[in-house]
């Protein structure tokens, strides 16, 4: 089955970290630009990491610049998202989605398509909730 599939969410306290995986089933992740995306209740879609298929260049939204790390794993078919320091705003259903085009990681984190017919694959999301 080809697909995307995020894990690593759940609940942890203002301060607390944890990594989000994407991981590819049926088509390999070197080909494509990784984007992870978050959705929160009442808000609008947005693009918080986004790393190319080429020379691994990233994109960080400016909420999370510092905080937040993206990285590929090519062997395991894989892109992690690191996050720390993480905050009650961070909390939302987070998205990572697979671009096979010639947009640059700014391009997909900024212009963020919320039919999402953009992407080739989108995955499901694990919510993430940052509360004491």
């Known amino acids: 089955q080809v697909q995307l599939v995020e894990s690593g969410g759940g609940l942890v306290q203002p301060g607390g970290s944890l990594r989000l995986s994407c991981a590819a089933s049926?088509?390999?992740?070197?080909?494509?630009?990784i984007g992870w995306f978050r959705q929160a209740p009442g808000k609008e879609r947005e693009g918080v990491s986004c790393?190319?298929?080429?020379?691994?260049?990233?994109y960080y939204a400016g909420s999370v610049k510092g905080r937040f790390t993206i990285s590929r794993d090519n062997a395991n078919n894989t892109v992690y998202l690191q996050m720390n320091s993480l905050k009650p705003e961070d909390t939302a259903v987070y998205y990572c989605?697979?671009?096979?085009?010639?947009?640059?990681?700014?391009?997909?984190?900024?212009?963020?398509?919320?039919?999402?017919?953009?992407?080739?694959?989108w995955g499901q999301g694990t919510q993430v909730t940052v509360s004491s």
């Open positions: 790393i190319s298929k080429s020379d691994g260049s990233t």
């Open positions: 049926g088509f390999t992740l070197d080909y494509y630009t």
């Open positions: 989605a697979a671009l096979e085009g010639p947009e640059t990681v700014q391009a997909m984190c900024v212009n963020v398509d919320p039919t999402q017919m953009l992407y080739d694959y």
